[in-house]
Structure formats: C-alpha cells, structure tokens
Nanobody
Framework: QVQLVESGGGLMQTGNSLRLSCVAS????????MGWFRQAPGQDRRFVAT????????YYADSVRGRFTISRDNAKNTVYLQMNSLKPEDTAVYYC??????????????????WGQGTQVTVSS
C-alpha cells in the first residue's frame, strides 16, 4: 500500500521561508513523478509544482514560479518543496502526490494516483 506522509507545515510571516517534505513508501519511488498541490479555504485543490522521476525536469504554477522549488532525493524516497518569499495568498493545505505513469510528468490531478493527508501552511501579513 502506497503511503505519502507530509511534514514541515506551520505558521509563518510574510517573506519567510519554509520547506515541506513528503516521504513515500509502498512502491518504487524513483521511477514516478511527484507533485505538490494546495487547497486554500473555499477553493478547489490546485497544482503547485511537479518533478519528473529523475529530478531533472520540473514545472511550476505561475503563482509560485521563482519563489518555490521542488526537488527529490530518490535515495530517501522523499520529495521537497522549498518555499521562499511566502505571501498570505500561499496559505493553504499542501498535498504531496505520486504520479500515475512511470517516467512521466504530470500537472493535472488525474495524473496523480496517490495523495498524502496534507499539511497546513499559514502565512500572516
């Protein structure tokens, strides 16, 4: 059974930095893309960032490009989301997701098959 466990959320101030981690277990981590999504209060869950199996390709939502960085350590079965220059509009529950297709890369929710439980990030002004 695949499990994704996020950690690292918290209450931050505008301009702070924060790193989220997601540890995966239950299947071969290194050959699947990974992604981060977020859901703000009253909104649908939205794409934040995705990274391919090798870590060499990544894509970002326009709202976070240049501030957030996704990375992965396949030896540790872990994907990270480094968030810099945080803004109040970054406040959301952040979800880690594991891709559906080996050696693929996805940006839509339906391209991800396993999800973590979410970690809350709150940014105060």
């Amino acid at each position: 059974q695949v499990q994704l466990v996020e950690s690292g959320g918290g209450l931050m101030q505008t301009g702070n930095s924060l790193r989220l981690s997601c540890v995966a277990s239950g299947r071969r981590f290194s050959i699947y893309p990974m992604g981060w999504f977020r859901q703000a209060p009253g909104q649908d869950r939205r794409f934040v960032a995705t990274i391919d199996w090798s870590g060499r390709s990544a894509y970002y939502a326009d709202s976070v490009r240049g501030r957030f960085t996704i990375s992965r350590d396949n030896a540790k079965n872990t994907v990270y989301l480094q968030m810099n220059s945080l803004k109040p509009e970054d406040t959301a529950v952040y979800y880690c997701a594991a891709g559906r297709i080996q050696y693929g890369l996805g940006r839509r929710e339906d391209e991800f098959v396993h999800w973590g439980q979410g970690t809350q990030v709150t940014v105060s002004s």
